[in-house]
């Protein structure tokens, strides 16, 4: 999997995070795409500084993750303005959704008997924290299908991360179009290496 570094969004909490290196990237595996991030810090402070709820035994599907540190994905289909957004927690709770435009018409992706988004693997070190989801292909699709759209046909996907630290939130993207943080913004899609 290839690694892309994320930036913050400029001119929030700069200062806070300068103390941090973000990379995330993805890959098509048979059945599944595996989503992954890395954050860096410059000090074992800084990662004890970010919120991080405890590893559940299984992870729920659950809505607002966004509040809380969280890891995302958005999936833009190729021939429409329709995407999919997933988030998921350290906690293995997650949660995805349809969109059929920007922020118009969000609903939950049925699951439909798919297996859900799961974590693969999570490691935690006094510098770093690198997290890893599998995100199933059916539920892709069924994300797809739910908006009358018969094929997977993915554009480039959004990587990003809220990272909420007990000092400050951050909002890391592969670029920030918006006037303030907005991940629904299909400019900033620009990850295209999950098909190698």
């Known amino acids: 999997m290839q690694l892309v570094n994320l930036i913050p969004f400029p001119g929030l909490h700069q200062d806070h995070a300068r103390s941090y290196k973000v990379m995330a990237g993805a890959q098509m595996q048979a059945g599944s795409l595996t989503l992954g991030w890395k954050i860096i810090s410059s000090s074992a402070s800084g ?7 405890d590893p559940k035994e299984r992870g729920i599907r659950r809505d607002e ?3 809380e540190t ?3 994905a958005f999936l833009p289909h190729a021939s429409s303005d329709a995407y999919l957004e997933f988030n998921g927690a350290a906690s293995g709770d997650w ?3 349809s969109f059929r435009g920007y922020r118009e018409g969000m609903n939950p992706v049925p699951v439909n008997g798919a297996s859900p988004p799961k974590i ?4 935690r070190s006094a510098k770093e924290i690198e997290l890893r989801y599998s995100l199933p292909m059916a539920v892709v699709k069924q994300g797809f299908f739910s908006l009358g759209l018969g094929s997977i046909d993915l554009d480039p996907i959004g990587l990003t991360l809220v990272m909420n630290c007990r000092s400050a939130t951050t909002y890391w993207a592969l670029s920030h179009d918006g006037v303030k943080p907005d991940f629904h913004l299909r400019s900033s899609y620009q990850y295209d290496s999950f098909r190698n």
């Open 47 to 53: 990662i004890d500084e970010i919120v991080l709820p």
């Open 65 to 67: 993750l966004w509040k």
């Open 70 to 72: 969280c890891f995302e």
């Open 95 to 97: 949660n995805c959704y």
């Open 120 to 123: 693969l693997s999570l490691t």
